[in-house]
């Protein structure tokens, strides 16, 4: 159980990033007004600017990483990819709520129902990305802030999304 | 499985009442708010399970989006 937690763990961490980094551009600026205060606090203790850009819209507004964990939640409960269909549409509301114009949250949520269909035959449960999920925001948001912003920085430059 | 994502929870909660800067207590109880939600959507297995997962999540993050704007306003006016 705990090595099929783990490969969903991975398999939602490359999903949220790629989406939120290539489609959402969150690292780019702060989407929201409560992002960029978050993404100073996060430079002056240390940290990547860019990186914290992309933990404040995390924070601010569902994004990508909040459409994997819905889509996975709704996939479990309804017990079909309906679910994942049900979670997009609340999610595309809840970014218009939250003042967001992006849609990481709706794209995420989508690719994720896609995900999770296709490693259904492979044995694995939604209830594995339900957790497989949490395990991955608890590694961006509650491990050390310093560290994971400098990655999302890097990496976020790595696909040429930021310069510099 | 439950009891790994309630662990994490009890983690990330722990940790944003340690941290003493104020902005950076957000992404911890972020963090916490996709434990919860984990948790509510695995201890019952209904599309109504579901809905209250939702529903949880997508306020929780309003309530983020509204205390971070606050913070960014009344650093403004300051």
């Known amino acids: 159980m705990i090595e099929k937690i783990v490969v969903a763990a991975v398999v939602c ?32 203790y240390g940290g ?4 914290g850009y992309m933990m ?11 459409g994997t964990l819905l889509a996975s939640s709704c996939y479990y409960a309804f017990g079909s990819w309906e679910g994942g269909l049900l979670a997009a549409t609340v999610v595309y509301f809840g970014n218009r709520i939250c003042a967001d114009p992006g849609y990481a949250g709706t794209t995420g949520t989508l690719t994720t129902t896609a995900l999770i269909f296709i490693f259904s035959h492979f044995g694995f449960s939604p209830a594995n990305f339900v957790a497989g999920m949490v395990l991955a925001i608890v590694t961006i948001q ?23 | ?41 695995l201890s019952i297995q209904h599309p109504l399970g579901g809905l209250v997962a939702l529903t949880y999540f997508i ?20």
């Open chain 1, 13 to 44: 961490w490359i999903n949220f990033v790629m989406v939120d980094v290539l489609i959402g551009g969150l690292p780019e600026v702060p989407g929201v007004r409560g992002a960029k205060h978050i993404a100073h606090a996060i430079r002056n």
């Open chain 1, 48 to 51: 990547n600017l860019n990186g």
């Open chain 1, 56 to 66: 404040g819209n995390i924070v601010c507004s569902p994004d990508a990483s909040a």
């Open chain 1, 142 to 164: 509650g491990l050390h802030h310093k560290y994971s912003s400098k990655i999302l920085g890097s990496l976020a430059r790595k696909m040429g999304t930021i310069e510099g």
């Open chain 2, 1 to 41: 499985m439950i009891k790994i994502v309630g662990a994490l929870a009890v983690y990330t909660a722990i940790m944003a009442i340690l941290t003493k800067d104020k902005p950076r207590r957000l992404p911890y109880l972020n963090a916490m708010n996709f434990c919860i939600t984990g948790v509510i959507a």
């Open chain 2, 59 to 78: 306020l929780s993050t309003l309530e983020s989006n509204a205390v971070a704007s606050t913070m960014d306003r009344l650093m403004e006016v300051k």
